[in-house]
Structures are given as structure tokens and as C-alpha cells.
Nanobody, 122 residues
Framework: QVQLQESGPGLVKPSQTLSLTCTVSGGSITTNYYYYTWIRQPPGKALEWMGAIDWRGSTYYNPSLRSRTSISRDTFKNKFTLQLSSVTPEDTAVYYC??????????????WGQGTQVTVSS
């Protein structure tokens, strides 16, 4: 019922800002008690939780990425966004958005989008 879909550029140059959007259908992002999360997976590596925004608009961030990460939302369009600044090739990954009753950190939790590949290339 609830579906999420990531969108944005597939290729970003080093030092630029990566911007992705997650479109949510089948449920309002303002519905009480749900969290909306960004997670990424670099090639051959584990999932990495990046941050989340909840139904109130409060944000939460992985401390290791906090200085470069910003999550926001557009409640009228039922979308939320990820911005990751000063990217390097190490930011190359599949980026996912997800919804859960808690902050989602693995694929056994909540609803996930299909993911979108982002490559940071010189």
C-alpha cells in the first residue's frame, strides 16, 4: 500500500552537493508516529543509516555524516529530500528511502524504495 520512490541525478562530481527526493504514495508523511529515513549502501559494503525526518518534521542524523547532511520535506507534495554536500568518490552508493514506526536501519524493517544508484566521479 505504501510506496516510496527515490529520484535524482545518477552522477555527481566531487565537491558538489548530492540532492535526492523520495516520493511517498499511499500515506501522508505527516501521519502520526512514522519516521522517514535515508540509508545508503556503497558497493561491497554494509548499509549505512544517514538520517531521518519524522511526522512532526524533527530530524535525526548519523553523527559521522551530520556535518554534510540535511534532510527536509515538502508536506504538500508528500516528498522528503536528502542533501549531501562536499561529496567524494566514497559517497558512491545505492541510496534508499524508507518508512517505519521507528528509524529504519536495515531491510527487515518498514517499507523501502527500490533504491537509486549515485556515482561520484571525477
Amino acid at each position: 500500500q505504501v510506496q516510496l520512490q527515490e529520484s535524482g541525478p545518477g552522477l555527481v562530481k566531487p565537491s558538489q552537493t548530492l540532492s535526492l527526493t523520495c516520493t511517498v504514495s499511499g500515506g501522508s508523511i505527516t501521519t502520526n508516529y512514522y519516521y522517514y529515513t535515508w540509508i545508503r549502501q556503497p558497493p561491497g559494503k554494509a548499509l549505512e543509516w544517514m538520517g531521518a525526518i519524522d511526522w512532526r518534521g524533527s530530524t535525526y542524523y548519523n553523527p559521522s555524516l551530520r556535518s554534510r547532511t540535511s534532510i527536509s520535506r515538502d508536506t504538500f507534495k508528500n516528498k522528503f529530500t536528502l542533501q549531501l554536500s562536499s561529496v567524494t568518490p566514497e559517497d558512491t552508493a545505492v541510496y534508499y528511502c524508507a518508512r517505519g514506526q521507528t528509524i529504519v536501519r536495515n531491510k527487515g524493517q518498514g517499507y523501502w524504495g527500490q533504491g537509486t544508484q549515485v556515482t561520484v566521479s571525477s
